[in-house]
């Protein structure tokens, strides 16, 4: 991912990053494949999903999955979740074995069985606390501490620029802000305008993140925000192409199939036969989003019992879709 001819387009403490798109962490999808095949496209770093603090130290064998990567995805985040200092410090030291090359903590994650535990979004309701862990991690890491938050816990306590601010005290070496509230889940739009203000407030690096799909929204926020680079989610999933800056329908069918074969006979590789042609059901549904006849494709799809069964529905969908449109 790294390449010395280039300039990097920012630094996370002294990590050079050479490109401004980064795949979003998200549990259940940025596994290695999927890293590794973004990071091809263009992923600046692979930032891995979250695995939880007391996970790491209670039972690092389960977490060792979670955090298994490629020497090529580096630069390597990890992302931490927890909810006190001791034990967030002990699960970072103990994920140093690994070399990352920056360690995060997640200060955004809305779903229930994590807030309720006072995670991840919870940490925004104590910025203070916050703060506290990051300067923690900061004081015994040898890798930047960066940290990812939401804009606060919900419409009345849209407390973004006070966090941003004591990340930033405290020795954040960047902030990712999803511009979004903890209650207001995935729903609703994305608030750039309030990223930008975060932009404004520090000097560390921004990575803004939120609702980012094409490659007209890419440049959208870059210049609302003035952002240092952007985190694309949801909308890499079935478009890995935009973190190479290509809008899907520019990508012709014959180079979307190759690349979900690709994708496909690397998840069979890392998981098994079995195992990885399941777990790219929920890819596949998303790459063919757009074809026409995709309803009546994908429960066929959700069926095949092997890859060649799958890609020779996934042909046969192309096909028909593309003979019904002549
Ligand atoms: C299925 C899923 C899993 C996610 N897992 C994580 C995670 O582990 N850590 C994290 O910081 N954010 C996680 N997120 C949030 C994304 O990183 C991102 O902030 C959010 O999806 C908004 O960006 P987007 O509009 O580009 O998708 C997850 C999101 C989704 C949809």
Redo the contacts with the bound molecule.
């Keep these: 991912m790294s390449d010395p001819r280039r300039l990097p387009q920012l630094h996370i403490g002294k990590v050079p990053i050479y490109g401004d798109l980064i795949l979003?962490?998200?549990?259940?999808?940025g596994d290695l494949p999927f890293r590794t095949l973004c990071g091809e496209m263009g992923s600046a770093f692979s930032f891995l999903?979250?695995v939880l603090d007391e996970g790491v130290l209670r039972n690092p064998r389960r977490t060792s999955g979670l955090v298994e990567f490629a020497s090529e995805e580096r630069p390597i985040a990890l992302?931490l979740l927890g909810r006190q200092a001791d034990t967030l410090v002990a699960a970072a030291e103990a994920l140093m074995a690994l070399r990352p090359d920056i360690m995060d903590l997640?200060a955004?994650?809305p779903a229930r069985r994590v807030f309720y535990r006072g995670r991840g979004a919870a940490l925004l309701q104590d910025p203070l606390q916050l703060g506290e862990f990051v300067r923690r991690l900061v004081a015994v890491l040898p890798v930047p501490v960066t940290c990812?938050i939401r804009l606060g816990w919900d419409d009345t306590t849209r407390n973004y620029l006070e966090v941003a601010h004591i990340l930033e005290e405290s020795g954040a070496a960047a902030i990712s802000v999803?511009g979004r509230t903890k209650e207001q889940g995935?729903s609703g739009v994305?608030d750039w305008r309030a990223i930008g203000e975060v932009v404004a407030r520090v000097s560390v690096p921004v990575l803004a993140?939120?609702?980012?799909r094409t490659v007209a929204d890419i440049e959208a926020i870059k210049a609302q925000t003035g952002c240092a680079a952007v985190?694309?989610?949801?909308?890499a999933v079935g478009n890995p192409w935009i973190l190479a800056r290509r809008d899907l329908g520019d990508v012709p069918w014959s180079e979307r199939l190759a690349l979900i074969r690709r994708h496909l006979a690397a998840m069979q590789d890392y998981y098994g036969d079995t195992q990885g042609l399941m777990l790219f059901r929920k890819f596949v549904v998303k790459y063919v989003a757009t074809l026409e006849g995709a309803n009546a494709l994908r429960p066929r799809l959700m069926e095949a019992q092997t890859a060649e069964a799958l890609l020779a529905l996934l042909e046969q969908g192309v096909e028909a879709a593309s003979s019904a449109q002549v």
């Design positions: 979003a962490p998200m549990a259940s999808y999903p979250c992302q997640n955004g994650c990812k999803h995935y994305a993140n939120g609702d980012v985190l694309i989610g949801r909308g």
